[in-house]
């Protein structure tokens, strides 16, 4: 058992954004095992049926449309007594401001940002209906210490944080309760793409760089995200809110820029 609590979370409901793959997956497995009844929702059905069965309810959804937001809410209402909300889902593009199109930077900001408000808009108030509950943003260490060819994103994820502190303010009355999480580097199909894009190379040798800048000398693994999330969710954290956690990245070890060595 990997659990921090007692068995208080069985049969709460949780709702988890981006759980067909890496990080999202990975939270929706530390709570299913911990007794929660899950809703993973992702616009990646394949993924999803690889993690269907027992606890874990998939929901294909896109997370930028109201219209999915809302259904998304409904169905996990019709699960159980709503009292975790956990925005995961996200996506990372790469250029500067000069060189993104604007279609581009829309996506990135709307896929981080935009589907939590959306997701939030209609989760709250059913999580309010069942007493309140607990709500973790995922942003990125990326939101405090950035680098090359990452405008959006960066921009993108420092709202995330904002927008909590924001949220944990607004909705304390209802008895929820508002927190983020920065990942650093955890090892996902999007960190393996990233680690191509700036060591094409050499992606194997970027994740060992990126692994040093950190305080523990690794990167991390999407379990360890989601027991800090099952945590933050968890009756253990009941005196909690609008608190930013940021992953193993308050100390790093050497330069920050890993530059962009993309070939030619
Ligand atoms: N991997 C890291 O090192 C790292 C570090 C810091 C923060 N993060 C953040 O963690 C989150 C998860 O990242 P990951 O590395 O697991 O990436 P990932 O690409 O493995 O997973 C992201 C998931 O989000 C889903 N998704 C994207 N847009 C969606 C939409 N419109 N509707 C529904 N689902 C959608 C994708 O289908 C995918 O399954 C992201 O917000 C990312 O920015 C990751």
Not at 122 to 140: D, E, F, K, R, Y
Request: net charge negative; glycine share 10%.
């Amino acid at each position: 058992m990997t659990g921090t609590s007692s068995n208080a979370e069985a049969g709460r409901v949780a709702v988890v954004s981006g759980a067909a793959s890496g990080i999202g997956r990975g939270i929706a497995e530390v709570l299913a095992e911990r007794g929660w009844q899950v809703a993973a929702v992702d616009k990646n059905a394949d993924g999803l049926e690889q993690i269907a069965g027992g606890p874990i309810t998939p929901v294909v959804a896109d997370l930028t449309r109201s219209s999915d937001c809302r259904r998304v809410a409904e169905e996990a209402g019709r699960l159980g007594p709503l009292k975790g909300l956990v925005n995961c889902a996200g996506r990372e593009l790469h250029g500067s401001v000069t060189e993104m199109p604007e279609e581009e930077w829309d996506l990135v900001i709307d896929t981080n940002l935009k589907t939590i408000y959306l997701l939030s808009h209609h989760c709250l108030p059913v999580m309010a209906q069942a007493g309140g509950g607990s709500v973790v943003n995922i942003s990125s260490i990326q939101a405090l210490a950035t680098q090359t060819s990452v405008a959006a994103y960066a921009a993108s994820k420092g709202a995330v944080i904002s927008l909590s502190r924001a949220m944990a303010l607004d909705h304390a009355p209802e008895g929820i309760r508002v927190t983020c999480v920065c990942p650093g580097t955890i090892d996902t199909p999007l960190v393996r793409a990233n680690a191509e894009y700036y060591n094409p190379g050499d992606p194997e040798a970027q994740l060992r760089e990126w692994g040093g800048m950190h305080a523990v000398g690794r990167i991390g693994t999407p379990h360890e995200v989601g027991r800090v999330v099952a945590f933050l969710l968890s009756d253990d954290a009941s005196f909690i809110t609008g608190s930013i956690f940021r992953r193993t990245a308050d100390i790093w070890r050497t330069r920050l820029e890993a530059g962009r060595r993309r070939a030619s």
